[in-house]
């Protein structure tokens, strides 16, 4: 993964925190509308600043700009009667050098440079833990696992030149699809793909936290060039969170051509069930998925 395309991975993300900042502070405001007072002042206030930047054009308008110092005073002064924060009214960046750009007069800022160092290191600490397709022994894989290393190892080859996106292995407790996925891991790290590698856990928990403005690591999964998702299934079903992001990530990675692996113990037919329709018609789709079983009973890679 060379460092510009680490970089503009990165910066997606604060746009994702500038968007995330605006937002709640529109938020903020459209709900301090209900009040009456506040609603037709702050109106007339965008009204004439509207006008004065209009104005600007041609001949500044030296009255509209005394106009809005006096609204902006009132507006201050209501705010201070409703017992409102200023500051909750305007977007609040992390970082008040760049306001979450990540850049500063054309240059790298500091905050993006420690999330770009951060990034590398914990890239570079997981990639040894992973087990490889030459750590797999060919002794105790029965025929069906001999085809899935087959399938894997072939499409890891043929990246980025692959049409299948989705990767489903299925499998129950002690399969070997951890095992399996994790080979993939190593091998494109190898090829030094951007890899995220998540317990479907990890991924529910990084959701809620992204929902609630807490943590953006979210847009790791959305952004890295592998996404593997270990044990889907074994995370609770937060409401609002679990089935809806789950659709947007698989969705918007299929969209931009990116994979995603999934181990999961679940069959197709029980995806359907636990989450939904759009989630199942996603990883279902033939010309877009590889199905892998390795389960006992029924052992068959489609
Ligand atoms: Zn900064």
């Known amino acids: 993964m060379n460092r510009q395309r680490l970089i503009n991975d990165l910066k997606q993300g604060f746009m994702l925190k500038r968007i995330r900042a605006q937002e709640k502070a529109e938020n903020n405001i459209k709900k301090l509308c209900e009040n009456p007072e506040f609603n037709k002042l702050y109106t007339k206030y965008s009204k004439t600043k509207l006008d004065y930047l209009k104005s600007t054009y041609e001949t500044e308008n030296l009255m509209l700009k005394h106009d809005i110092e006096d609204l902006k005073t009132e507006i201050d002064n209501l705010l201070k009667k409703l017992g409102v924060d200023k500051q909750t009214l305007t977007?609040?960046?992390?970082?008040?050098?760049?306001?979450?750009?990540?850049?500063v007069g054309g240059r790298i800022c500091e905050c993006l440079n420690h999330a770009l160092n951060k990034k590398i290191s914990t890239m570079t600490s997981t990639?040894?833990?992973?087990?490889?397709?030459?750590?797999?022994?060919?002794?105790?894989?029965?025929?069906?696992?001999?085809?899935?290393?087959?399938?894997?190892?072939?499409?890891?080859?043929?990246?980025?030149?692959?049409?299948?996106?989705?990767?489903?292995?299925?499998?129950?407790?002690?399969?070997?699809?951890?095992?399996?996925?994790?080979?993939?891991a190593k091998e494109m790290l190898r090829q030094n793909c951007f890899v995220c590698y998540k317990t479907a856990f990890d991924i529910n928990e990084l959701a809620r936290l992204?929902?609630?403005?807490?943590?953006?690591?979210?847009?790791?999964?959305?952004?890295?060039?592998i996404l593997i998702i270990d044990d889907l299934g074994t995370e609770p079903i937060l409401k609002n969170v679990t089935k809806e992001y789950l659709y947007n990530l698989i969705n918007t990675r299929q969209i931009n051509k990116k994979p995603t692996f999934i181990s999961t113990n679940l069959s197709l037919d029980n995806i359907l069930d636990r989450y939904d329709e759009r989630i199942f018609s996603r990883l279902a789709n033939k010309n877009l998925s590889i199905n892998i079983s390795l389960t006992s009973s029924d052992k068959r890679v489609k």
């Open 91 to 103: 977007p609040q960046y992390e970082c008040l050098k760049c306001n979450d750009t990540g850049i």
């Open 127 to 184: 990639q040894t833990d992973f087990k490889s397709f030459e750590q797999s022994d060919e002794n105790l894989l029965d025929e069906t696992d001999k085809k899935a290393y087959e399938i894997l190892k072939a499409w890891c080859k043929k990246y980025p030149d692959t049409t299948k996106t989705n990767i489903n292995v299925i499998g129950g407790v002690g399969s070997g699809k951890t095992f399996m996925l994790e080979c993939v």
């Open 210 to 225: 992204y929902h609630i403005g807490k943590s953006y690591e979210f847009s790791d999964c959305i952004n890295a060039d």
